[in-house]
């Protein structure tokens, strides 16, 4: 054999074996990159793809690597899932290096988020197994922090429902009678004047005159004549039952000594065919869709009498049944009854409770903006109250603004036992499925919620909550919200979620936090320190957030 055959033989067979037998260098830093770097929570984890590329010459033919991604922070560390790399003469499953060459190799992360995680590192644990031999190679770090801006969202920033009371500082109501006449005639006889009808207006106007919180409006009359006959005829005929209707009225206002009931009004109806027309289809006539083409058919009110009268059996039970009822007048009065006043309802609040309408206590709660006096009206509206769902339901809601989600829970399940319908209830325990984490339950409440203004805000919440920010977005929809904010932050659409942050109604510390990061991304130092020192004059827990916050990580926040 040739001697220089041989030699390189030789030596590639050592340089072979060289590469297998040798232990495996330290992986470094820079030989990785993680995508997002920072981390960010998406739903309720920290997602992240982080991409290793090996260099060439450096991966050992046998080796194998358990590389294993650990989130570290001051309180702990937690764990992803491993991945294996290998050798080129490695046989097992794992992602393979080529030794001369180098490769590129992708490891998942994902983890759980909790808040101490605010505050962490990310690094790659290595566990190396060659041939038997398994030694550990020191941890490298790969990224910084957690970008956790999109917690701010959560159950516990949405307004609850509130089932609202019925309450009217006026009520309108109206009374009516009427007095029928006899066919050709306008005279009003006393057997109409007699009727419990007639003498129940008449008490009604003359108690609403006697009390001080009524108001008589007005009082209309309206004639009518039945469609049969000459229409001259007719329009005279109801001309004198208005007439001879407004003489009774005004002597009656008169003997009851009525003086204030706003304006008499008047008019009168020739003929009155679609009073007919609305008798006729609730009557049980045989022909009565025969009779209804007819009056489809012809628009005159001649034609149509004489195509009826050619009905002429028809006709006969219209005479009897139909016509009538159309030969009256009707009176109507228009009556506004004033409620108690605020101040009125919270004297009686005080005095005797019971004196007083669910819809007065429920609405005297609306009068302050004091959470605990809140609660202890609707506390009060349970107790003299106690099947009305409403009550527990809003006594639910200021437990839950005050932060005890477990009273709040118990009254919200206690509503909805008194009324299994209501959409409030529903969102309401949707809110407390969210904080509970039982996510399909939250999404099956939230669904029977659909309406209920604040559902938008809540819905939303649920979609970030599961990282969904596309249908989060969908659901804000034009609602003002931190959290719709918030959505907007995160979907990098600047522009409306200022708009949408500067049209929230009652800014609070999580707004100007808001501002604050949304002035981060943009680059506008001077407003997101401005931001963030009105945020911590209403919530100084904002303070050792913002320090720990990524998105503040290139200003100097020690002045704050």
């Given at each position: 054999?040739?001697?220089?055959?041989?030699?390189?033989?030789?030596?590639?067979?050592?340089?072979?074996?060289?590469?297998?037998?040798?232990?495996?260098?330290?992986?470094?830093?820079?030989?990785?990159?993680?995508?997002?770097?920072?981390?960010?929570?998406?739903?309720?984890?920290?997602?992240?793809?982080?991409?290793?590329?090996?260099?060439?010459?450096?991966?050992?033919?046998?080796?194998?690597?358990?590389?294993?991604?650990?989130?570290?922070?001051?309180?702990?560390?937690?764990?992803?899932?491993?991945?294996?790399?290998?050798?080129?003469?490695?046989?097992?499953?794992?992602?393979?290096?080529?030794?001369?060459?180098?490769?590129?190799?992708?490891?998942?992360?994902?983890?759980?988020?909790?808040?101490?995680?605010?505050?962490?590192?990310?690094?790659?644990?290595?566990?190396?197994?060659?041939?038997?031999?398994?030694?550990?190679?020191?941890?490298?770090?790969?990224?910084?922090?957690?970008?956790?801006?999109?917690t701010l969202a959560s159950a516990e920033t949405v307004d609850p429902a509130i089932a609202n009371d019925k309450f009217q500082?006026?009520?309108?109501?109206?009374?009516?009678?009427?007095?029928?006449?006899?066919?050709?005639?306008?005279?009003?006889?006393?057997?109409?004047?007699?009727?419990?009808?007639?003498?129940?207006?008449?008490?009604?106007?003359?108690?609403?005159?006697?009390?001080?919180?009524?108001?008589?409006?007005?009082?209309?009359?309206?004639?009518?004549?039945?469609?049969?006959?000459?229409?001259?005829?007719?329009?005279?005929?109801?001309?004198?039952?208005?007439?001879?209707?407004?003489?009774?009225?005004?002597?009656?206002?008169?003997?009851?000594?009525?003086?204030?009931?706003?304006?008499?009004?008047?008019?009168?109806?020739?003929?009155?065919?679609?009073?007919?027309?609305?008798?006729?289809?609730?009557?049980?006539?045989?022909?009565?869709?025969?009779?209804?083409?007819?009056?489809?058919?012809?628009?005159?009110?001649?034609?149509?009498?004489?195509?009826?009268?050619?009905?002429?059996?028809?006709?006969?039970?219209?005479?009897?049944?139909?016509?009538?009822?159309?030969?009256?007048?009707?009176?109507?009065?228009?009556?506004?009854?004033?409620?108690?006043?605020?101040?009125?309802?919270?004297?009686?609040?005080?005095?005797?409770?019971?004196?007083?309408?669910?819809?007065?206590?429920?609405?005297?709660?609306?009068?302050?903006?004091?959470?605990?006096?809140?609660?202890?009206?609707?506390?009060?509206?349970?107790?003299?109250?106690?099947?009305?769902?409403?009550?527990?339901?809003?006594?639910?809601?200021?437990?839950?603004?005050?932060?005890?989600?477990?009273?709040?829970?118990?009254?919200?399940?206690?509503?909805?036992?008194?009324?299994?319908?209501?959409?409030?209830?529903?969102?309401?325990?949707?809110?407390?499925?969210?904080?509970?984490?039982?996510?399909?339950?939250?999404?099956?409440?939230?669904?029977?919620?659909?309406?209920?203004?604040?559902?938008?805000?809540?819905?939303?919440?649920?979609?970030?909550?599961?990282?969904?920010?596309?249908?989060?977005?969908?659901?804000?929809?034009?609602?003002?919200?931190?959290?719709?904010?918030?959505?907007?932050?995160?979907?990098?659409?600047?522009?409306?979620?200022?708009?949408?942050?500067?049209?929230?109604?009652?800014?609070?510390?999580?707004?100007?936090?808001?501002?604050?990061?949304?002035?981060?991304?943009?680059?506008?130092?001077?407003?997101?320190?401005?931001?963030?020192?009105?945020?911590?004059?209403?919530?100084?827990?904002?303070?050792?957030?913002?320090?720990?916050?990524?998105?503040?990580?290139?200003?100097?926040?020690?002045?704050?």
């Amino acid at each position: 054999m040739n001697k220089k055959i041989v030699y390189i033989a030789l030596a590639a067979s050592v340089v072979g074996m060289s590469s297998c037998s040798k232990k495996l260098k330290e992986f470094q830093s820079d030989f990785f990159t993680t995508n997002p770097a920072p981390l960010e929570v998406v739903g309720q984890n920290v997602p992240a793809t982080i991409t290793g590329n090996i260099p060439a010459k450096f991966f050992v033919k046998n080796a194998k690597v358990q590389v294993t991604p650990v989130l570290v922070y001051a309180e702990g560390e937690t764990q992803s899932g491993s991945v294996l790399l290998q050798g080129e003469k490695v046989l097992d499953n794992g992602q393979v290096v080529n030794y001369k060459q180098g490769g590129v190799v992708g490891i998942p992360f994902n983890v759980v988020y909790t808040p101490e995680m605010l505050e962490s590192e990310l690094y790659l644990d290595f566990s190396v197994d060659q041939k038997g031999k398994v030694y550990a190679l020191p941890r490298v770090k790969v990224a910084d922090g957690v970008l956790a801006t999109a917690t701010l969202a959560s159950a516990e920033t949405v307004d609850p429902a509130i089932a609202n009371d019925k309450f009217q500082k006026v009520v309108n109501e109206q009374q009516t009678a009427d007095i029928m006449f006899l066919v050709n005639k306008a005279d009003i006889r006393k057997s109409e004047t007699g009727k419990q009808e007639y003498a129940d207006f008449n008490a009604r106007l003359a108690a609403a005159n006697a009390d001080p919180k009524q108001e008589i409006v007005g009082v209309n009359i309206n004639s009518y004549a039945s469609p049969e006959g000459e229409l001259d005829f007719n329009t005279a005929l109801a001309e004198k039952r208005e007439k001879s209707t407004i003489s009774q009225v005004e002597g009656q206002l008169k003997k009851d000594n009525i003086t204030a009931f706003g304006e008499l009004t008047s008019s009168f109806t020739p003929e009155d065919w679609e009073g007919f027309r609305e008798l006729v289809e609730k009557s049980n006539i045989q022909d009565k869709e025969l009779i209804i083409s007819v009056l489809s058919m012809y628009s005159d009110p001649v034609d149509r009498e004489r195509e009826i009268r050619n009905l002429s059996v028809v006709f006969d039970q219209l005479a009897e049944q139909i016509l009538p009822q159309l030969r009256y007048s009707r009176i109507e009065a228009s009556i506004n009854v004033f409620s108690r006043t605020n101040e009125e309802i919270a004297e009686a609040y005080k005095t005797d409770v019971k004196q007083l309408s669910v819809e007065e206590i429920l609405y005297l709660a609306t009068l302050t903006d004091d959470n605990a006096k809140k609660m202890e009206i609707y506390n009060t509206a349970c107790e003299v109250y106690p099947n009305d769902y409403r009550c527990f339901n809003n006594l639910g809601l200021t437990q839950f603004e005050d932060g005890d989600y477990q009273a709040a829970a118990a009254n919200f399940n206690q509503a909805a036992r008194l009324n299994p319908n209501s959409k409030e209830v529903a969102m309401n325990l949707g809110l407390i499925s969210m904080l509970n984490k039982d996510w399909s339950k939250a999404n099956e409440q939230l669904g029977a919620a659909a309406g209920v203004p604040e559902a938008n805000d809540a819905l939303g919440v649920f979609y970030l909550s599961q990282g969904d920010l596309n249908a989060a977005k969908r659901a804000f929809g034009g609602v003002k919200t931190n959290n719709a904010a918030l959505a907007q932050i995160l979907a990098k659409d600047y522009n409306a979620a200022s708009n949408t942050l500067n049209a929230v109604a009652n800014p609070d510390a999580t707004t100007y936090y808001l501002k604050a990061v949304l002035a981060a991304r943009t680059n506008d130092e001077g407003a997101a320190k401005a931001n963030l020192r009105k945020a911590i004059a209403l919530d100084n827990n904002y303070a050792v957030r913002a320090k720990a916050d990524k998105e503040f990580a290139k200003f100097d926040l020690s002045n704050l």
